[in-house]
Structures are given as C-alpha cells and as structure tokens.
C-alpha cells in the first residue's frame, strides 16, 4: 500500500486546484502560472534567505544567484 504523510492532506485541496488550473491552461493554450520567473524569483529569496540565516547578517536578494 502507498504510504500518505498526513500533513499533505491539508493541502489535497489547492493540490488539486493547482492541477486543475495548470490543465485549464494548457487546453486553452493560456498561460501557465507561476512561471519560470516566479520560480527563479522565489529561488533567489530562498538562496538570499539561507545565506542570511548562515552569515548572520542582511543579505539582499539581488546580490544571490
């Protein structure tokens, strides 16, 4: 049988939306969100945020990655 962690049932819900939009957007050749610049983005707050945490200091998003 297929284990399922418990704390991703919390999120079945916008699980599912989230896959439903992604499809909505590929039949009607629309645009698929987030993008690959969403995605780079929130990469690069993570790199700026891990950064931070390992240095003890600011560290400025656009100085990451």
Not at 16 to 31: C, I, M
Not at 39 to 63: F, N, Q, W
């Amino acid at each position: 049988t297929d284990a399922v962690d418990p704390s991703q049932l919390r999120f079945a819900t916008a699980y599912a939306a989230q896959v439903q939009a992604f499809v909505a957007a590929l039949a009607a050749d629309g645009v698929v969100t987030p993008t690959g610049e969403d995605a780079l983005a929130a990469l690069r707050i993570s790199l700026a945020a891990r950064v931070s945490a390992d240095e003890g200091r600011p560290v400025a998003v656009a100085s990451v990655g």
